[in-house]
């Protein structure tokens, strides 16, 4: 498990922009401008959902709720 709290936040803005990716490659045009107005909303959404389960102990609800 990740250490630090940036570093869960890092990792998480990582892997939402991967799997972002994915799903860009799977179901969008292949041409640049209509991959770029695909990601920009992501990383507008990726980055508070992130600081919000890094910072704000979302990890720490998420593994109490799957725990039960």
Do not use: C, K, W
Not at 19 to 34: H, M, V
Not at 39 to 44: F, K, Q, T, W
């Amino acid at each position: 498990m990740l250490e630090s709290s940036f570093a869960r936040f890092v990792a998480t803005v990582l892997g939402v922009l991967f799997f972002a990716q994915l799903i860009d490659g799977l179901f969008i045009p292949p041409d640049p401008f209509t991959q770029l107005l695909f990601i920009g909303p992501v990383m507008i959404v990726a980055l508070p959902v992130a600081y919000y389960l890094s910072y704000r102990g979302g990890y720490e609800r998420l593994t109490t709720r799957v725990d039960r």
